[in-house]
T-cell receptor
Framework: KQEVTQIPAALSVPEGENLVLNCSFT??????LQWFRQDPGKGLTSLLL?????REQTSGRLNASLDKSSGRSTLYIAASQPGDSATYLC???????????FGTGTRLTIIP | NAGVMQNPRHLVRRRGQEARLRCSPM?????VYWYRQLPEEGLKFMVY????????ESGMPKERFSAEFPKEGPSILRIQQVVRGDSAAYFC????????????FGSGTQLSVL
């Protein structure tokens, strides 16, 4: 059974700094891993999707990496802005299993 | 191309009533997933459906909960005889024809049971 963990649960960073969010998973037979952001009281916005054959994906100031052997994924945010404040969730899909397993998220606050 | 549409946005029910939550997937998406987010908890998978078929309902409570995705119209998550513990945000997601593709989520329905 896949378990996804995100540490820390909350993170505060001054505006302009680069930061890394961590995600770890127990089952390396992962088909893809997806990063989302969730704003308070809102739905999820897909940020990046990494397939099992890929090691990283980039979109603007965001870069996500996937290391199946170590069971880890990271989301790197460059030059953070107050608008980046949100909860960031990672979720994985295993081979032969259609459903996403979510971590509990990291609540990010960017301090102006 | 509109995103995943869920309605209502907020739903208030008294204990014992029925709740019906609707989800229209993105155009061209035939895979629908329902997730539940309890306060201060992560998202938990409930059910995965394709048109007219339930593929995986391993996350659905055994009683009072049901889901459907008819040939025409939105997917419906139905909760009978609601209890206070059903209060949560219910999210729907859809993906395109290819399985294990990227999931796109709706804005959710916040169910409050009085």
């Amino acid at each position: 059974k896949q378990e996804v963990t995100q540490i820390p649960a909350a993170l505060s960073v001054p505006e302009g700094e680069n930061l890394v969010l961590n995600c770890s998973f127990t089952d390396s037979a992962i088909y893809n891993l997806q990063w989302f952001r969730q704003d308070p009281g809102k739905g999820l916005t897909s940020l990046l999707l990494i397939q099992s054959s890929q090691r990283e994906q980039t979109s603007g100031r965001l870069n996500a990496s996937l290391d199946k052997s170590s069971g880890r994924s990271t989301l790197y945010i460059a030059a953070s802005q107050p608008g980046d404040s949100a909860t960031y969730l990672c979720a994985g899909v295993n081979f032969g299993n259609e459903k996403l397993t979510f971590g509990t998220g990291t609540r990010l606050t960017i301090i102006p | 191309n509109a995103g995943v549409m869920q309605n209502p946005r907020h739903l208030v029910r008294r204990r014992g009533q029925e709740a019906r939550l609707r989800c229209s997937p993105m155009k061209g998406h035939s895979h629908v997933y329902w997730y539940r987010q309890l306060p201060e908890e992560g998202l938990k998978f409930m059910v995965y459906l394709q048109k007219e078929n339930i593929i995986d309902e391993s996350g659905m409570p055994k009683e009072r909960f049901s889901a459907e995705f008819p040939k025409e119209g939105p997917s419906i998550l139905r909760i009978q005889q609601v209890v206070r513990g059903d209060s949560a945000a219910y999210f729907c997601a859809s993906s395109p024809m290819a399985a294990n593709g990227e999931l796109f989520f709706g804005s959710g329905t916040q169910l409050s049971v009085l």
